[in-house]
């Protein structure tokens, strides 16, 4: 079983920066990829970026430019790095990543942008 844990959300103006960290239980980010999501009040989870055990990238659109999602194998953790945040960023954000059998995720954690 892996355990993730998201941490680094708050409250931030609009146009500030914050970086999000997922910590993992166990080694795994040499050999799975790993996502971070969002989802607003009402609306459904989105993806915002991946990044593979090779370490390429990719990115919704509407964060190109501005969010950067990197890891630390040896620290087992990821990171998205946001900038220039809008108040249309505010949402939950989890960390995913794929097993053989299932899927598995963070608790979350909230990011709320102000204008």
């Known amino acids: 079983q892996v355990q993730l844990v998201e941490s680094g959300g708050g409250l931030v103006q609009a146009g500030g920066p914050l970086r999000l960290s997922c910590a993992a239980s166990?080694?795994?980010?040499?050999?799975?990829?790993m996502s971070w999501f969002r989802q607003a009040p009402g609306k459904q989870r989105e993806l915002v970026a991946t990044?593979?055990?090779?370490?390429?990238?990719n990115y919704a659109d509407y964060v190109k430019g501005r969010f950067t999602i990197s890891k630390d194998n040896a620290k087992n953790t990821v990171y998205l790095q946001m900038n220039s945040l809008k108040p249309e960023d505010t949402a939950v954000y989890y960390c995913?990543?794929?097993?053989?059998?299932?899927?598995?995720w963070g608790q979350g954690t909230q990011v709320t942008v102000s204008s």
């Open positions: 995913n990543t794929n097993g053989p059998l299932r899927e598995y």
């Open positions: 166990r080694s795994i980010f040499s050999i799975n990829a």
């Open positions: 990044i593979t055990s090779g370490g390429s990238v």
